[in-house]
């Protein structure tokens, strides 16, 4: 009788953080530039499994572009080793103060 009363009192615990899971694999993906519909059937499915996943995912950005930095002024994602940021034309080369 115990093991039943903590059984019921436990179940809706269980489904919040198995849905918590499935909330933070799709806000994860999303983050990451991935598909946050399909994490969040993923997560529904799989769980913390699915948020562990994720979480090994590198960004696709890096995976489509390489690696890449942010434009300061446009917050743009642009290449690594760019001069100017493509979309602003800012100079994402440092300035150095001469002493």
């Given at each position: ?23 933070a ?64 034309q ?10």
């Amino acid at each position: 009788m115990i093991a039943q009363t903590v059984g019921v009192l436990l179940l809706p615990w269980f489904f919040c953080v198995w849905i918590f899971c499935a909330v933070a694999a799709q806000s994860a993906a999303e983050e990451k530039g991935r598909s946050g519909f399909a994490w969040l059937v993923a997560g529904l499915l799989f769980g913390v499994l699915a948020l562990v996943a994720i979480a090994a995912f590198p960004p696709k950005r890096f995976i489509e572009r390489g690696p890449s930095m942010l434009c300061p002024r446009c917050r743009s994602y642009v290449p690594w080793r760019a001069s100017a940021c493509r979309y602003c034309q800012a100079s994402l080369v440092p300035e150095h103060v001469g002493s």
